[in-house]
């Protein structure tokens, strides 16, 4: 069974606080790595995705990065404005595109 | 473009009863999803279409819950009846084909926010 574990839970920083969150994954037969912020009320909005180990993507203050075991979201000089859920899911060749999601790390930026 | 459209946002029901949500996809969209997100946890799937064809209803609890996407396009979710455990945020999403590597980003609605008393 596909597992995805998210860390930490919970990430309160200070608005220019680089930080990273983590997602560690077990799955047999990776097809690719999302991630998706969620705004309270809102649906999930789509950031990356990671198909080999080493990849790298980038959008504005947001870097993610992939290995065999685990993602990284990495946060450079967060602003108050990237303060939301942050979700990883897996996806796997033998199960469609079904999502397998992790519970999320809720970030919060102070100004 | 428009995005991934649900409705209603909100619905209170009592256990025992009936409730249906509907969904209308991306124009264009192949692939429709729906999830079920329980507070504080991510997204479970729970049936997938590949235009009018279920390709993935293994997570569906079958007994209760019933879907369907007549004609390839929107979709209807049916709980019926309703358990306290059902309260969650039904998202639908929908992606351009689901079997295609470059094609299948899933893009998500706001969703129905369900309570059951």
């Known amino acids: 069974e596909d597992q995805v574990t998210q860390s930490p839970e919970a990430l309160r920083l200070q608005e220019g606080e680089s930080s990273s969150l983590n997602c560690s994954y077990t799955v047999s037969g990776l097809r690719g790595l999302f991630w998706y912020r969620q705004d309270p009320g809102k649906g999930p909005e789509f950031l990356f995705t990671?198909?080999?180990a080493g990849e790298e993507k980038e959008k504005e203050r947001l870097k993610a990065t992939l290995t065999k075991k685990e993602s990284f979201l990495h946060i450079t000089a967060p602003k108050p404005e990237d303060s939301a859920t942050y979700l990883c899911?897996?996806?796997?060749?033998?199960?469609?595109?079904?999502?397998?999601f992790g519970e999320g790390t809720q970030l919060t930026v102070n100004p | 473009e428009a995005g991934v459209a649900q409705s209603p946002r909100y619905k209170i029901i009592e256990k025992r009863q009936s409730v249906a949500f509907w969904c209308n996809p991306i124009s264009g969209h192949a692939t429709l999803y729906w999830y079920q997100q329980i507070l504080g946890q991510g997204p479970k799937l729970l049936i997938q279409?590949?235009?009018?064809?279920?390709?993935?209803d293994s997570q569906l609890p079958k007994d209760r819950f019933s879907a369907e996407r007549l004609k390839g396009v929107d979709s209807t979710l049916k709980i019926q009846p309703a358990k306290l455990e059902d309260s969650a945020v039904y998202l639908c999403a929908s992606s351009l084909d689901g079997g295609s590597l470059a094609k299948n980003i899933q893009y998500f609605g706001a969703g129905t926010r369900l309570s059951v008393l």
């Open positions: 279409f590949q235009n009018n064809g279920v390709v993935d």
């Open positions: 990671l198909y080999s």
């Open positions: 899911a897996v996806e796997r060749w033998t199960s469609g595109s079904r999502l397998t």
